[in-house]
Nanobody
Framework: QVQLAESGGGSVQPGGSLRLSCAAS????????MGWYRQAPGNQRELVAT???????NYRDPVKGRFTISRDNAKNMVFLQMNSLKPEDTAVYYC??????????????????WGQGTQVTVSP
């Protein structure tokens, strides 16, 4: 299974920027997608952005145009550039990897791995 480690969280004022990084280690092959989720206090964990191996990108509507996800496959890393941050972006951000695990050619399932989370706080 893959291990994920996030970095880059912190506190910024509204309108500021942060760049989150996530490094994958361990068994890093067959990772079909990597992405970012977030969870604010009292809320469920929600998708922020994902990037698949075929280059498909999906953003949560409130972050479109402000956040950019990117991936460095050679270094097994995924990044989230967050611009024009708003107080409602405050949350713990988690790195996620969807990894295909196969027992045979026709017997596969998706294993989800999560990082420990990094706090992002946006306040005046």
């Amino acid at each position: 299974q893959v291990q994920l480690a996030e970095s880059g969280g912190g506190s910024v004022q509204p309108g500021g920027s942060l760049r989150l990084s996530c490094a994958a280690s361990g068994i890093v092959f067959n990772i079909d997608a990597m992405g970012w989720y977030r969870q604010a206090p009292g809320n469920q964990r929600e998708l922020v952005a994902t990037l698949t191996n075929d280059g498909s990108i999906n953003y949560r509507d409130p972050v479109k145009g402000r956040f950019t996800i990117s991936r460095d496959n050679a270094k097994n890393m995924v990044f989230l550039q967050m611009n024009s941050l708003k107080p409602e972006d405050t949350a713990v951000y988690y790195c996620h990897a969807a990894q295909r695990v196969c027992f045979s050619v026709t017997n596969c399932y998706t294993s989800d791995s999560w990082g420990q989370g990094t706090q992002v706080t946006v306040s005046p």
